[in-house]
């Protein structure tokens, strides 16, 4: 019998047979009806509001620019749809039929692409070819019918460069019609990437390899929330990528299981328990875990840079260096100047910074400063919660934390 706890992937790669030692086997679901399904988690954001009529869901999109808060001490002018970037998340079942009222607020042209979808191609949204563009003031109208599940995403397909740097993509979910295992929570996040000046506040759509910023639901540490489940829930995770740069996803404390693509479900036979995801761009990874094992897990990219804020990547390395009261003297003449540390840079965190600039690594956690920035959070995973609210810092066992020893 496999006994590994967090081995989350047993009942499937066996056939349901065995069962996992602390976790409970996924469920079998029950007939669905078409409206069977456990609504998305997404943390720092929403989802959108539908209507019924005649039989058809009725979703209205509003491409707007607007005002985003990336972490406490840090907001920019952002694009984003309803208020949010990313966009709210898009739910739906197989076999719907789906209209989508589009109205274009921003000051030039756009469109929206379905990311993945199967449908006409005058729907595809790529402005130029599939349609005109939809012009500020206009509103378009798309609609067709579902004919597949997973998860999916849509953006604009005209200035795109611009439009997604700044903000502009969401997530489409489909869920199956007849689900062959029902979770208990499903989360949400997009990555993404930006440039913005230290001291400013409008993201530099043209900058192609060297970002400062990297968020989760365009929010970085430690402004991001936690991704809170009960002991023994099946939690589902969902990473979508339309940024420039692949983002490997690391958990700690637990291997999953890659259970769906931005192409659709992924075969059994091809799963394997795996403790980091990679997701490139234009890519959806939906994975899948028994939370079986109580405690803060960081949850994070594994890009070093992606975990950190604010990064400038043209200066000296001072490592080593014996620097005295030099950069004090740099300060005089270029205000809000800042050297690598001659030890490393994790005593960097709480030094002056310019105004509306996170610093490089920030937070604090249970035993003192978290030094992360960027792409991360933590997964709290708890024994007899009651909800899902924030439940506060972990408290270990005795016993079962490091401890100095000289």
Known sequence: MITRRNLIGAGSLLGGVLA???????????????????PVVVPDGATLPFTMKDGVKEFHLVAERISHEVAPGMTINAW??????????????????????????LPERTS???????????MDGVAGLNQPHIEPGETYVYEFTLRQHGVFMYHPHSDEMVQMAMGMMGFFVIHPKNPEVRVDRHFMIMLHEWFVAPGTSTPNPNIMLDFNL????????????????????????????????????????????????????????????????????????????VADAPGDWAFHCHKSHHTMNAMSHDVPNMMGVKQGRLEDKVKKVLPGYMAMGENGMGNMMDMGRPKNTLPM??????????????????????????????????????????????
């Open 20 to 38: 996992l030692t602390r976790g409970r086997r996924a469920q079998a679901a029950p007939p669905s009806t078409g409206r069977n399904y456990v």
């Open 80 to 105: 984003g749809y309803n208020g949010h970037t990313p966009g709210p998340v898009i739910e739906a079942v197989e076999g719907d039929r789906v209209r989508f009222f589009v109205k274009n607020a």
């Open 112 to 122: 929206v692409h379905w990311h993945g979808l199967f449908l006409p191609n005058g």
């Open 214 to 289: 990297f968020t989760f639901n365009s929010r970085a540490w430690p402004g991001t929330s936690s991704l809170v489940a009960k002991t023994g829930d099946r939690v589902r995770i969902s990473l979508g990528n339309l940024s420039m740069d692949s983002h490997p996803i690391h958990l700690h404390g637990y291997a999953f299981e890659e259970v769906g693509t931005e192409g659709g479900p992924t075969p059994r036979s091809a799963r394997r328990p795996i403790t980091t995801t990679d997701v490139p761009p234009g890519t959806t990874r939906t994975v899948e875990l």
């Open 361 to 406: 690594m920030t937070g604090q956690g249970p035993f003192g400063p978290v030094e992360m920035g960027g792409m991360f959070t933590v997964v709290k995973v708890r024994d007899g919660l009651t909800s899902y609210a924030d439940p506060g810092w972990y408290v270990h066992p005795p016993g079962t934390v490091a401890r100095k020893l000289t």
